[in-house]
């Protein structure tokens, strides 16, 4: 048996995922590319970046756009769990239920959590869910279609749940302090800090990441490690735009507070 077999399950047989997963890596890598290079998906901090020559947008609420961007996601892993694919084994159902509390988080955060201020655009909303969605439904599927498959030698998928578990406390905790930065009648930005704030800018970021590797060492099947390593490519250019930026509105930010890895990057 290979090192490869010993940890992972065969890929799928299906020239779907075979798609998708070359589509998702190629498509977040080249978005991380992206925000290094300056051009920035224009929400929270980065939505009045546009140039003056740019078509005029329809906007809406950003707590509405941010929740039409997570919904979506959410249904479609509780309607999976429930009736497309109701019967199934613990890996399957551990992975379905990380999809469902990481969008439900997300959802609360939005509602009780986070502060807004300004509008959003639709179609960046509307481009955002749509891969949100099309995302999740893709890890489930794939989970499905291993359901018959042996798993590998070494099972990995309850250390799979600890790290889950540990990127979402993380990136809850973060948040929190986040919205703690301003006054309900404040619509402006401060350098955050408590937590790993006082190492890297995006924290938050890199517990998302270490949301997406629980998810990817529970499934122990290479759909969900691609689009983790997709994910991890593109909050790292968001991360670094997002250093940027504060170095760009604030002189006094510390020189010493890295994009996304304390001490490395």
Known sequence: MSFYDKFLFPP???ILMTFMSIFSLVISAN???????GANVQYSKFRDATGSGQIKESKFSTRICML???????????????WIFPSHDTRFILVNSALTLHFLKRIIEVLFVHRYSGKMALNI??????????????IIYNQHLLGSVPNPQIDLKFIGVVVFLMGMVGNFY?????????EKSDTGYKI??????GRVICPHYLFEILVFVGISVISQSLYPILYTIGTGFYLTGR????????????????????CLVPFVF
Do not use: D
Request: charged residues 10%; contains cysteine.
């Open 192 to 197: 955050p800090n408590g937590g790993l704030f």
């Open 174 to 182: 973060h948040h929190y302090i986040l919205s703690k930065l301003r």
């Open 125 to 138: 909303t509307i481009m955002i869910s749509l891969s949100y969605c099309i995302s999740t439904m893709t």
């Open 68 to 82: 039409t961007m997570y919904t979506p996601s959410f249904v479609a892993s509780i309607v999976s769990f429930f």
């Open 31 to 37: 978005g991380g590319l992206s925000e290094i290079n």
């Open 239 to 258: 991360s670094y735009a997002t250093r940027k930026w504060y170095n760009s509105k604030f002189p006094s930010f510390p020189k010493n507070v890295k």
């Open 12 to 14: 799928p047989q299906s």
